[in-house]
């Protein structure tokens, strides 16, 4: 089951413009994640945020939580092309009973266009 | 380096034929997954295992089978019952909770597709 939603689907954006992309999830979590994939690549872990945490950053990837909405974004700034991806919310249910069992969300396809 | 490897990258396949999908990590993590993206969308989890010699059915297992008769070595088997195999299949593997992030480090990906 697909707990997180992506919102845009999908983003097409100048370089050196921000890109935002929200998430939103529907039970308690432990903690939320933001994965990359090139297209017909692998995901690559980007950024985690914890439930007890709001906001944090990670070079120009900055990431925020509001668990009383069951929501978070990603913000890129300055964007490049070479962000052009696809970027996955996935989130860690706080009864982690079954081992970091991550549900991912649809996605957004983020264009970044030179 | 460290990191997991999957094969075939690209595979072909015949209605009604078994194919194996190879993933080995070399991680020492205890957990292994297996996930199918169908195309924009997201990742569906078929199986996972937090041990040797145990594993369990995800989200979308029926048509699939794995083993984990090593740590380093997770396997999955797309049967001839898969209605609609064509996919883009994903090899992730983990610390298990309580003793790390929940980070997932994933293989390149298999493409498997039916003629």
């Known amino acids: 089951s697909q707990q997180g939603e992506e919102d845009p689907q999908a983003l097409s954006i100048q370089e050196g413009e921000n890109a935002t992309m929200n998430c939103s999830y529907k039970?308690?979590?432990?903690?939320l994640q933001w994965y990359r994939q090139n297209s017909g690549r692998g995901l690559v872990h980007l950024i985690l945020?914890?439930?007890?945490?709001r906001e944090k950053h990670s070079g120009r990837l900055r990431v925020t939580l509001d668990t009383s909405k069951k929501s978070s974004s990603l913000l890129i700034t300055a964007s490049r092309a070479a962000d052009t991806a696809s970027y996955f919310c996935?989130?860690?249910?706080?009864?982690?009973?079954?081992?970091?069992?991550?549900?991912f969300g649809g996605g957004t396809r983020l264009m970044v266009k030179p | 380096d460290g990191g997991i490897t999957q094969s075939p990258k690209y595979l072909f396949r015949k209605e009604g034929q078994n194919v194996t999908l190879s993933c080995e990590q070399n991680?020492?993590?205890?957990?292994m997954y297996w996930y199918r993206q169908d195309p924009g969308q997201g990742l569906r989890l078929i199986y996972y295992?937090?041990?040797?010699?145990?594993?369990q059915k995800g989200d979308i297992a029926e048509g699939y089978s794995v083993s984990r008769e090593k740590k380093e070595s997770f396997p999955l088997t797309v049967t001839s019952a898969q209605k609609n195999p064509t996919a883009f299949y994903l090899c992730?593997?983990?610390?298990?909770?309580?003793?790390?992030?929940?980070?997932?480090?994933f293989g390149e990906g298999s493409r498997l597709t039916v003629l």
């Open positions: 992730a593997s983990s610390t298990l909770a309580g003793s790390g992030t929940g980070e997932l480090f």
């Open positions: 039970t308690s979590i432990n903690n």
């Open positions: 945020i914890r439930s007890n945490e």
């Open positions: 996935a989130t860690v249910p706080s009864n982690n009973n079954a081992g970091n069992m991550l549900t």
């Open positions: 991680l020492n993590h205890d957990a």
């Open positions: 295992s937090q041990i040797v010699n145990d594993f």
